[in-house]
T-cell receptor, first 113, second 112 residues
Framework: QKEVEQNSGPLSVPEGAIASLNCTYSDRGSQSFFWYRQYSGKSPELIMSIYSNGDKEDGRFTAQLNKASQYVSLLIRDSQPSDSATYLCAVLPAINAGNMLTFGGGTRLMVKP | DGGITQSPKYLFRKEGQNVTLSCEQNLNHDAMYWYRQDPGQGLRLIYYSQIVNDFQKGDIAEGYSVSREKKESFPLTVTSAQKNPTAFYLC???????????FGSGTRLTVV
């Protein structure tokens, strides 16, 4: 059973729309959650971290965490073609040897002009 | 500037040859990791190290070896035992998983 699940996509949205990316996790005691953006052929880049229930906003990005339902989401407002990338969700499980992140498989986002 | 550097960016390996990928960080991070990524796939953990002179196998360690003689350096050797080494290799480091990982720019390895 995969511990962090993401829809692989592609998720296609028109330019200017809101893109909603979702991630579910299995370890109820997980405490830390991260979103990485990975452009094709490049390495992942940390764009958001969230640690408590609720919303966290940073520019056009909003991370939402619901620990009771065990999901974390990333909203991208006013989507731009430059947002086209794969978005990786990463979770720090409570039961963890070595404080290691568990990554989801990623969701590919395509923003069409 | 602090960061994590991988070299080379592109590497070509002949059949039966061992190659070593370099990973150096000046972030003073204790933990370092190696991941493999195949086209359209997620990250798969090869090896990780939480402290100097100690490292642990990840999910796909067969055909790979590492060393951690210095805090700053965590080189990965792809041995001839790895039968399908063509992939994108990513090195990462962290001070603690709670703060996320910093990734290097990656090495793309191709078997010729």
């Amino acid at each position: 059973q995969k511990e962090v699940e993401q829809n692989s996509g592609p998720l296609s949205v028109p330019e200017g729309a809101i893109a909603s990316l979702n991630c579910t996790y299995s370890d109820r005691g997980s405490q830390s959650f991260f979103w990485y953006r990975q452009y094709s052929g490049k390495s992942p880049e940390l764009i958001m971290s969230i640690y408590s229930n609720g919303d966290k906003e940073d520019g056009r990005f909003t991370a939402q965490l619901n620990k009771a339902s065990q999901y974390v989401s990333l909203l991208i407002r006013d989507s731009q073609p430059s947002d086209s990338a794969t978005y990786l969700c990463a979770v720090l499980p409570a039961i963890n040897a070595g404080n290691m992140l568990t990554f989801g498989g990623g969701t590919r986002l395509m923003v069409k002009p | 500037d602090g960061g994590i550097t991988q070299s080379p960016k592109y590497l070509f390996r002949k059949e039966g040859q061992n190659v070593t990928l370099s990973c150096e960080q000046n972030l003073n991070h204790d933990a370092m990791y190696w991941y493999r990524q195949d086209p359209g796939q997620g990250l798969r953990l090869i090896y990780y190290s939480q402290i100097v002179n100690d490292f642990q196998k990840g999910d796909i360690a067969e055909g790979y070896s590492v060393s951690r003689e210095k805090k700053e350096s965590f080189p990965l050797t792809v041995t001839s035992a790895q039968k399908n080494p063509t992939a994108f290799y990513l090195c990462a480091s962290s001070i603690h998983g709670n703060y996320g990982y910093t990734f290097g720019s990656g090495t793309r390895l191709t078997v010729v």
